[in-house]
């Protein structure tokens, strides 16, 4: 029988947990030259609270080799084929891979590298998810938050804060931590990273009452928990919001959403969370493109504080989840989800 809950107090992790959240992904294990990392006594000692993303500019066969060259100095602990979505763990994580280019965020993070070009590649979904599950089984055994933190330098100190998923980009230099990129100055994963929609999978198993999900399919949504009952004329791309009730069976896992006052149940695995529905008010932190359609053509800028409601969304497109917003100065179009809150 469906074992179904409601859902407990939220956090800033995305609250409680489910079996199906942290299934580990199969990963191959192509081991690093040990002197590409060290090896502290992380497996008693360790705090974990990051996961860090990057781009490799470079195939996944290529990143591979190079983190076995005893030359590099450098390494991950996993990386995942763009092509493909194969994950290779190269790192054990209870040692410290050399990615960050920050030493006190080597120790207290795991590292991804996905193959591919910043700017350039154009990730899938399959990577996405391949890249998701680690996170999610990373989450859990290190109990970081499955919180993608936007638009900001990491702090100074790694172990300031609770932690979260950033870039390579957003790590602090170490020698001067208002600037970002550690040592060398890194900018990946890039702007074709498309943090929406990573951490709509990121969470899709994290949902909790009033949060919001976006459907990914027709005919997803049903009456009840019965893959065989009636579906809801409810379209792909649709927004529910959480009632707060889950049902979990045999590995599976369902949400009740509630779309306008019509309440139906989807399968994780057909949902992305979403951070924001039709109705949401939200506020931008930096001045923000205003745009006659996702990607389109800029109509106007807001500077950073501007209040705003958005009125549709999301659209996935060109390295961004987009919403459209009407804001309180009376300008309305799409703006990039990645600098709203």
């Not at 060259?69 to 994580?93: C, F, G, I, Y």
């Not at 989840?321 to 600098?339: D, I, L």
């Amino acid at each position: 029988m469906n074992e179904t809950r409601r859902s407990g107090a939220v956090g800033e992790d995305g609250g409680s947990r489910l079996s199906a959240a942290a299934t580990k992904p199969t990963v191959d294990r192509v081991p690093a030259d040990e002197s590409n990392y060290a090896k502290p006594n992380r497996e008693t000692d360790r705090d974990i609270r990051w996961f860090i993303v990057h781009v490799a500019e470079r195939e996944a066969d290529s990143t591979i080799r190079w983190f076995q060259n005893p030359k590099s100095n450098v390494s991950t602990h996993h990386v995942v084929d763009h092509r493909t979505a194969n994950l290779t763990r190269q790192v054990a994580e209870s040692n410290t891979a050399w990615h960050a280019g920050n030493r006190s965020y080597n120790r207290h993070s795991v590292g991804i590298e996905h193959s591919g070009w910043r700017n350039e590649t154009r990730f899938s979904d399959e990577l996405y998810d391949v890249s998701a599950r680690l996170v999610r089984w990373e989450a859990t055994r290190f109990d970081f938050p499955k919180r993608v933190r936007r638009y900001d330098i990491a702090p100074c100190d790694a172990m300031d804060g609770e932690g979260g998923i950033i870039g390579h980009v957003q790590v602090p230099d170490p020698d001067d931590c208002s600037r970002r990129g550690g040592a060398n100055g890194h900018t990946d994963p890039g702007s074709l990273w498309n943090w929406g929609r990573y951490e709509g999978f990121v969470r899709r198993y994290d949902i909790e009452s009033g949060e919001h999900a976006v459907v990914l399919s027709e005919n997803a949504v049903h009456r009840d928990t019965d893959d065989s009952s009636d579906t809801l004329d409810v379209p792909g791309g649709a927004v529910g919001t959480a009632t707060g009730t889950v049902s979990a069976h045999r590995g599976e896992q369902r949400y009740e959403l509630d779309f306008d006052g019509r309440p139906g149940w989807v399968l994780a695995t057909d949902l992305l969370y979403a951070r924001f529905d039709t109705g949401s008010a939200v506020e931008t932190t930096g001045e923000s493109s205003v745009r006659d359609e996702p990607s389109g053509t800029r109509l106007a800028t807001v500077p950073e504080g501007t209040a705003g409601t958005v009125v549709d969304g999301p659209v996935d497109t060109g390295g961004y989840r987009w919403w459209k917003v009407a804001y309180e100065g009376g300008e309305t179009g799409w703006s990039a989800g990645y600098w709203l809150r």
